[in-house]
């Protein structure tokens, strides 16, 4: 069975993509793939790996047409904060590097408050913070 997962994403530009992602609070792995077209962002304790691949690196991997983020949503990436502040932040960040937003953050469900950002290539994000205490059983 499988020991690790990544996720990868097509961008226009691997600087200005690393920039913002950097800008947000997110690392990358100096060790493993980073070329001059990829660069190993790492998320979480658990260092969930995004790879970023700039586009025609992506598109030989896939063989097929990058999808058009400016007229759909092929993915919702989220990810934990620790408080409501960090949601703020994050958000408030995403938009200071060049993402976009048309949600502020709020509450969803009672016991979550998050806010969805695109980043410069138009992929979704949503960071959370859940109030498991709050959460319906």
């Known amino acids: 069975m499988a020991k690790e997962f990544w996720l990868n994403l097509p961008v226009k530009n691997l600087e200005q993509s690393k920039a913002f992602f950097s800008s947000i609070g997110f690392t990358f792995n100096s060790k493993h793939g980073n070329t001059e077209s990829s660069a190993a962002m790492q998320i979480g ?6 790879m ?6 992506f598109c030989g991997f896939t063989n097929s047409a990058i999808a058009n983020t400016q007229q759909g949503t092929e993915v919702l990436l989220s990810f934990d904060a620790q408080s409501k502040e960090e949601v703020d932040q994050i958000a ?3 938009k200071q590097a060049g993402g976009q937003t048309s949600h502020k ?5 009672g016991w979550m408050y998050g806010c969805v950002f695109s980043d410069l290539d138009g992929h979704k994000w949503n960071v959370l913070y859940m109030d498991y205490a709050q959460m319906p059983q």
């Open 92 to 94: 408030e960040l995403a």
């Open 105 to 109: 953050p709020s509450p969803m469900k």
């Open 45 to 50: 304790d658990k260092n969930v790996t995004v």
């Open 52 to 57: 970023l691949f700039e586009e025609p690196m």
